[in-house]
């Protein structure tokens, strides 16, 4: 379907690095038009199905320009806690900006008043004590690290027992049509407009369609999830399978 060849599990990191370095100050935007605006409401339904309570400490792991941080903030008040975890730090950086013009701005009444939390570190060995997190979400990031299964381990791990944990990522479109017009859109126009938007010369948006592809599909990644430890795991489709909502409970 395309010339384009995943990198290497040696390489992965730093390739995936570079190329949100790359896209970063673009990355937003691109979000924006790639999804014709739907990964707000996509991030809106993730953090409405975490349940989040006032006051509770929450995990954006991969949270990168931090729109999974911000909602949840919104939900966990100002005694919540709210720390976003990424790799990356030009990522961060924007998302900093963002949690910082929202406070200032005024929208305190919205908003957490507790500052933003940004860690910059490796969903692989996240750097917090077992059993500390109430929440965790993670959006479009669990494709991206080199060890799924070490990644799940930790989320598991840094979670209370009976914390939730809630991942929306790219799937598998369940209808023939709709899964070859995506393929078709993801595949051949996407990468021409994600390039143009980034100006990005290190094939982001060529490894997106493709890291999609080789995603496990909702059932596979369901079991993957249960192998971690977690239960009551449940998956919900957005645009008809483009993108799913697992979630699992410790
Ligand atoms: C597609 S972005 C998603 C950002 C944000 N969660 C959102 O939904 O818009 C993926 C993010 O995962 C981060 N990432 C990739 N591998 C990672 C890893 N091993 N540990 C932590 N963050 C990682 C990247 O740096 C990037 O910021």
Known sequence: MSEYSLPAKERKQDVVQNMFTSAAKAYDLNNS???????????????????IEKGQVILDLCGGTADLSLLAAEKAGGDGLVMTVDLNMAMLRVGLSKARSRVIDGLKERMSRARPVMIQANAESIPLPS???????????????????????EIYRVL???????????????????????????????????????????????????????????????????????????????????????????
């Open 160 to 250: 209370k027992p009976g914390g939730r944990f809630a991942c929306l990522e790219f799937s598998h479109p369940v209808n023939a049509l709709w899964d070859g017009l995506y393929r078709f859109y993801s595949f051949f126009i996407l990468p021409k407009i994600g390039k143009w938007i980034s100006r990005d010369n290190t094939g982001i948006y060529e490894y997106l369609p493709a890291s999609i592809a080789k995603f496990p599909d909702q059932e596979s990644f369901s079991e993957t999830i249960r192998k971690a430890g977690f239960s009551n795991v449940v998956y919900r489709n957005l645009s008809g399978g483009i993108v799913a909502i697992h979630m699992g409970e410790k």
């Open 33 to 51: 038009v790639l999804s014709l605006g739907q990964h707000h409401r996509w991030k809106r339904l993730t953090i409405d199905l975490l349940k």
């Open 131 to 153: 059993g500390t997190v109430d929440r965790l979400t993670v959006g479009f990031g669990l494709r991206n690290v080199t060890n799924l299964d070490v990644a799940l381990a």
